[in-house]
T-cell receptor
Framework: QKEVEQNSGPLSVPEGAIASLNCTYS??????FFWYRQYSGKSPELIMS????GDKEDGRFTAQLNKASQYVSLLIRDSQPSDSATYLC???????????FGAGTRLFVKA | DAGVTQSPTHLIKTRGQQVTLRCSPK?????VSWYQQALGQGPQFIFQ???????QRGNFPDRFSGHQFPNYSSELNVNALLLGDSALYLC??????????FGPGTRLTVL
């Protein structure tokens, strides 16, 4: 079992729709969770962090965390073609220093 | 305020050679982590430096070593290069143990 798992995609949504990206993790003691966006040929950019169960909203982005189910998700509302990228889920391990990334989900937003 | 910087941008080496990559963290950040990202994969944690000490290490051989200087900048050294070391090497800095911000990366090609 991979430590952080994501569907590789690609996930294709029409412009204006809601994109839903999912992630599961194996370390039950994990405390910190992150979503990064990575455009082709570029480095990852932090877009959301979440530390407690529930929802956290920032503009068009909502991160959801369910520690009991070991599940993290990212919702992108009113998706735009500029949102087309690979989205990486990252989890900081119980020790607190090592961050483990999933392989990423490729998102395509069709105009 | 300059973000995380890395040098060089691109590098071509041959098998068996040694390479040094450099990173300057964002102003105010004292923690530097290094990652290797192969094509189509998420970043893999190599190690983290804090107060000039290696604080945690990922599953990488001893050929990978690093250093942090008093000004918080850092170097990643890789000895006896293998073809499989070809990847994007990312440096990330953080002001705390949590959110990390990535530099643009160094693309290493081993021939």
């Amino acid at each position: 079992q991979k430590e952080v798992e994501q569907n590789s995609g690609p996930l294709s949504v029409p412009e204006g729709a809601i994109a839903s990206l999912n992630c599961t993790y194996s370390d039950r003691g994990s405390q910190s969770f992150f979503w990064y966006r990575q455009y082709s040929g570029k480095s990852p950019e932090l877009i959301m962090s979440i530390y407690s169960n529930g929802d956290k909203e920032d503009g068009r982005f909502t991160a959801q965390l369910n520690k009991a189910s070991q599940y993290v998700s990212l919702l992108i509302r009113d998706s735009q073609p500029s949102d087309s990228a690979t989205y990486l889920c990252a989890v900081k391990n119980t020790g607190g220093f090592k961050t483990i990334f999933g392989a990423g989900t490729r998102l395509f937003v069709k105009a | 305020d300059a973000g995380v910087t890395q040098s060089p941008t691109h590098l071509i080496k041959t098998r068996g050679q040694q390479v040094t990559l450099r990173c300057s963290p964002k102003s105010g950040h004292d923690t530097v982590s290094w990652y290797q990202q192969a094509l189509g994969q998420g970043p893999q944690f190599i190690f983290q430096y804090y107060e000039e000490e290696e604080r945690q290490r990922g599953n990488f051989p001893d050929r990978f070593s690093g250093h942090q200087f008093p000004n918080y900048s850092s170097e990643l050294n890789v000895n006896a290069l293998l073809l499989g070391d070809s990847a994007l090497y990312l440096c990330a800095s953080s002001p705390t143990a949590n959110e990390q911000f990535f530099g643009p990366g160094t693309r290493l090609t081993v021939l």
